[in-house]
Nanobody
Framework: QVQLVESGGGLAQAGGSLRLSCAAS????????MGWYRQAPGNQRELVAS???????NYADSAKGRFTISRDNAKSTMYLQMNNLKPEDTAVYYC???????????????WGQGTQVTVSS
């Protein structure tokens, strides 16, 4: 009943930029925390950036100063602006959202399908 759909991935040169989007749709009450994760081949999935419903943000050290996470609550959409891309940013990027339901009341974490980001040197 809930879908997260990422878009905006692709190929970029080192120093270039990409903008990722994650749109939530379906039946739910509200979205609380949201975040972007990435997973490179052979590596564990790691948190890149997160944002609370109030707009507080947190970034991995590798993303600070280059990436900006934001959200549009009215559109149930989250963004990741990635600037000054580096080859080590190459990974599949996943959207995660903690979503509240009612009747009954419960909270679940949801994941998008992932979008590939490839950065060449």
């Amino acid at each position: 009943q809930v879908q997260l759909v990422e878009s905006g991935g692709g190929l970029a040169q080192a120093g270039g930029s990409l903008r990722l989007s994650c749109a939530a749709s379906g039946s739910f009450s509200s979205i609380t925390d949201m975040g972007w994760y990435r997973q490179a081949p052979g590596n564990q999935r790691e948190l890149v950036a997160s944002v609370t419903i109030g707009g507080s943000t947190n970034y991995a050290d590798s993303a600070k100063g280059r990436f900006t996470i934001s959200r549009d609550n009215a559109k149930s959409t989250m963004y990741l602006q990635m600037n000054n891309l580096k080859p080590e940013d190459t990974a599949v990027y996943y959207c995660n959202a903690r979503i509240r339901h009612t009747s009954p009341t419960y909270t679940n974490d949801y994941w998008g399908q992932g979008t590939q980001v490839t950065v060449s040197s």
